[in-house]
């Protein structure tokens, strides 16, 4: 397996975000997204640290989707053109071997906000505090990763980056700052994924004694703080079958 390279400096290694920059140039037009049937969210959802101690770093919500509607959204991926990872890195960018699909598309950011509960999830007076400003969205940049056997996203830090979002009352937009990573699984070992952990090193260095693994599980919703006090984390290999993920980021005001 390849190796990254990463500092123990985070200041240098957070030079790693450059993986996640927007390298879309021409405006691309938007894919026909799924509805989310049935209406979400199908039940009450909340946010809980899965581990104990990095409840204000790493937060999952389960059954975020469905079931039936990850399986919509996975058919439906499969028909995007996805594009899989150059062979090699740029300097300074983390490894990562998948199949991307990336798309600007702010509507389809603003339905996740909406229409799912993920709002109401986020402003919940008991982890509201957590986001370092009032969230008022999603990173219009939709990230879709497929990875089949043997691939993976090697150790990185997530950076911040800068985002206007559309707004109905202010004419320039909402100039807002992104805070936390949110990524959407949408397989597991339920579909026959083995392996594909999310895998957090809360001491900047892959050690495997130190490490908080989260699983894969079909519906689910992974939040992690992101920017300066991003923990170095990776997506590991998947053994069998296909991990799918959608990624964007929570939004907030500057
Ligand atoms: O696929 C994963 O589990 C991790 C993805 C990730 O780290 C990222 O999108 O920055
Ligand atoms: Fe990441």
Known sequence: MAKVKYSKSKTTA??????????TTAAATPPNWPPFKPALPIAAL???????GYADKILVAHNFFPKSLCRDYVTF????????????????????????YQIDDARFAQRLWLE??????????????????EPVGLNPSIRIYRYTKGQYFDAHYDDYNLVTLPST????GTNTRTVWTILLYLTSAAE???????????????????????GLETGMLL???HGEDCLLHEGREVLDGEKWV???DLCVRR
């Open 77 to 100: 991926l499969n028909t995007l053109p996805l594009i899989t990872t150059p062979g090699r890195p740029k300097r300074g960018e983390a490894v990562r071997v998948n199949d991307r």
């Open 46 to 52: 909340d946010l809980q640290p899965p581990v104990p």
């Open 169 to 172: 009352t202010e004419p320039s």
């Open 223 to 225: 939040l992690h703080k």
């Open 192 to 214: 026959g994924c083995i392996g594909g952990e999310t895998v957090f090193y809360p001491h900047d260095r892959k050690v495997a004694k130190e490490e908080i693994a989260v």
């Open 116 to 133: 799912t509960g993920l709002k109401g999830l986020v402003l919940d007076d008991s982890v509201k505090h957590l986001w370092g400003g």
């Open 14 to 23: 957070k030079k790693l975000q450059s993986t996640f920059t927007n390298t």
């Open 246 to 248: 959608l990624r964007t």
